[in-house]
């Protein structure tokens, strides 16, 4: 490898670094309210809420709601079901990736 790629490298590490540690630090010995860690339970939640419904809803780099249209709506509705009905994340990832499987393998 050569010495540019390492530093690419190693800017990367510290440009992901540096964000983790900077609030580690600065929340270190300060007590963090009942309401900020409410707030920031929700922040995985929404992020992952994010790239799923980005990577649900677009089709061919088209927005699409239609099922008929957007073949990954038809396995997602079929999780989300599964999900509501069991309220358990292990059989819904199971039965999504079954279902995504058998839909590529459709179409």
Not at 21 to 44: A, C, D, G, H, R
Not at 71 to 86: D, E, G, R, S
């Given at each position: ?14 440009a ?38 980005s990577?649900?809803?677009?089709w061919?780099?088209?927005?699409s ?26 059989i ?16």
């Open positions: 490898m050569t010495t540019d790629r390492w530093l690419i490298i190693f800017g990367a590490a510290i992901s670094f540096i964000p983790r540690v900077i609030p580690m630090l600065f929340f270190k010995n300060k007590e963090i309210s009942s309401k900020v860690t409410q707030w920031l339970s929700f922040i995985p939640v929404t992020i992952f809420s994010a790239l799923v419904f990577d649900l809803v677009f061919e780099n088209k927005l709601f239609n099922p008929l249209v957007n073949l990954k709506l038809i396995p997602a509705l079929i999780v989300f079901y599964i999900a509501y009905k069991t309220k358990n994340i292990f819904s990832m199971i039965i999504g990736i079954v279902a995504i499987s058998l839909m590529l393998l459709a179409f």
